[in-house]
């Protein structure tokens, strides 16, 4: 196993930039007419990207879809409400430092056993944000309870990025080999849009490049069956923020969470549930508590 650490090898990503003003969805939408086109015209029934890449293609039925593990927050109301994070999913959290809090905690959560709302499983926490703090669990632990953390600890697989370029590189071409070696079943992505609003950066661009890795992701999640938090704790609402509207389009359950007495929360988007709002704990669940003593 590995310790939590810096996984600073983030190679700079390639120019992304394209001599013609169109969006990424449309450059997208030509490569796939262009893998039509080859497939009528060679009978191909194969799944196959426009560069000729082979592509895994995964079935599953849908009693495995139905009942499935599921990941818990450990939070009573918030789980109510969403109803567990299934494998295949992503998830996008914003609004107040509540989503940096939630995401760690999900990080210790992942490791317990299915019969805890957990998957048995590591953590790929990559910070966008340079926000992780690896001693908030460590903190809580030994002001709570006289043990030590380590073997939890050595779940979570940090990596931080610096430039949106970085960002996009790491989860366009490393994070799927990465999570097949790890066997990680959870991604948290902090601080996800930041980056990408670089004051010196062509807007249209950066915006492009946001798509690209968000669709990435998206890509990762179902094909490695992996659940993806998406957090960015310093945006509001608007809407008519391009990249909010982008990565509220492409994932699949929406939660804005807000400052102030009671951490009032908001469900915007969910595949079976209404908006609705509620209010979450800021403790650490008691599962968790029984995980750090060891029981």
Request: charged residues 25%; contains cysteine.
């Given at each position: ?24 969805d ?8 262009a ?12 799944l ?69 709302g ?110 993806v ?6 945006e ?40 609705e ?19």
């Amino acid at each position: 196993m590995q310790r939590v650490k810096d996984q600073n090898r983030i190679a700079s990503a390639p120019s992304t930039s394209r001599t013609r003003s169109a969006s990424s969805d449309t450059y997208a939408g030509e490569k796939m007419a262009a893998f039509m086109r080859n497939s009528e015209l060679h009978g191909e029934c194969s799944l196959k990207a426009a560069s000729g890449e082979q592509l895994p293609v995964r079935f599953c039925t849908v009693s495995e879809l139905q009942t499935g593990p599921h990941l818990f927050f450990g939070d009573g109301d918030l789980d109510q409400f969403i109803g567990g994070l299934s494998l295949g999913q992503v998830i996008f959290l914003y609004g107040s430092q509540q989503c940096l809090t939630l995401s760690e905690l999900l990080c210790l959560q992942v490791q317990l056993e299915p019969t805890r709302g957990g998957l048995n499983s590591k953590a790929i926490f990559i910070d966008g944000g340079n926000t992780f703090d690896p001693y908030f669990i460590a903190q809580y632990a030994a002001e709570k309870f006289p043990i030590c953390i380590d073997q939890a600890l050595d779940r979570i697989l940090v990596s931080r990025a610096f430039t949106c370029h970085q960002l996009t590189s790491f989860i366009t071409n490393i994070l799927p080999k990465e999570v097949q070696e790890r066997s990680a079943k959870l991604i948290i992505i902090s601080d996800m849009i930041e980056l990408y609003r670089d004051p010196d950066a062509n807007q249209i661009e950066s915006l492009d490049l946001f798509k690209i890795t968000t669709n990435s992701l998206i890509t990762t999640a179902r094909l490695e069956k992996v659940i993806v938090l998406a957090t960015s704790p310093h945006e509001k609402k608007s809407c008519s923020d391009p990249f909010l509207q982008a990565i509220k389009q492409r994932v699949d359950i929406v939660l804005r969470l807000e400052e102030g007495c009671g951490h009032k929360a908001l469900l915007e988007k969910h595949p079976t549930r209404q908006e609705e709002e509620f209010t979450i704990k800021t403790t650490v669940p008691k599962v968790l508590e029984e995980f750090l003593i060891g029981d």
